[in-house]
């Protein structure tokens, strides 16, 4: 089965700051997606950045990039030069059964 | 606009009054599925499609029916609710589970 693991409940970041939110995974396919998706307080789910597992570069978009380590099963996600705007509930999921980890609450602070 | 469209978005009911919460997608995908999230648990799979007539158990199925008659909705339906389905209910959907889902707004659904 596959499993999805966030170790971090909740974090917190200066502005303008670095952080690194931390996923490892356990799958049997050999060929998977991973994502990273963020859900403000507004709830809305909103995709953040996308990694094909057979692609060695590690996706980016903007400020957000992961770290894909695929024989450690591991997947962060790092926010470089954080905002306000940042603060929300950050969610990693594993294709092909969309499946979630529990979550990590990112705070940025002013 | 390509949308996820799930209603109603806040719903109270009592115990043992059956219910249905709809959701309705205007992007032709194939994929839809339903999820709850409940704090410190994230969100888990409660049913999927991956076509019209075909649906599939997620994690946690028990106490829930959906069905698929058409490609464009996916009505979750709890036909006895209990308080332990008081949750933040989430409909999705995908072309292919390989480029993520697009969610609906989320339903909040207390059972008293």
């Known amino acids: 089965a596959q499993t999805v693991t966030q170790s971090q409940p909740e974090m917190s970041v200066q502005e303008a700051e670095t952080v690194t939110l931390s996923c490892t995974y356990d799958?049997?396919?050999?060929?998977?997606?991973l994502f990273w998706y963020k859900q403000p307080p507004s709830r809305q789910m909103i995709l953040v950045i996308r990694q094909e597992a057979y692609k060695q570069q590690n996706a980016t978009e903007n400020r957000f990039s992961v770290n894909f380590q695929k024989a450690a099963k591991s997947f962060s996600l790092k926010i470089s030069d954080s905002q306000l705007g940042d603060t929300a509930m950050y969610f990693c999921?594993?294709?092909?059964?969309?499946?979630f980890g529990a979550g990590t609450r990112l705070t940025v602070k002013p | 606009e390509a949308q996820v469209t799930q209603n109603p978005r806040y719903l109270i009911t009592v115990t043992g009054k059956k219910l249905t919460v709809t959701c309705s997608q205007n992007?032709?995908?194939?994929?839809m599925s339903w999820y709850r999230q409940d704090p410190g648990l994230g969100l888990r799979q409660i049913y999927y499609s991956m076509n019209v007539e075909v649906t599939d158990k997620g994690d946690v199925p028990e106490g829930y029916k959906v069905s698929r008659k058409e490609k464009r909705n996916f009505p979750l339906i709890l036909e006895s609710p209990s308080p332990n389905q008081t949750s933040l209910y989430f409909c999705a959907s995908s072309l292919t589970g390989n480029y993520g889902y697009t969610f609906g707004s989320g339903t909040r659904l207390t059972v008293v």
């Open positions: 999921a594993l294709t092909n059964d969309m499946r």
């Open positions: 992007m032709n995908h194939e994929y």
């Open positions: 799958t049997s396919e050999s060929n998977y997606y």
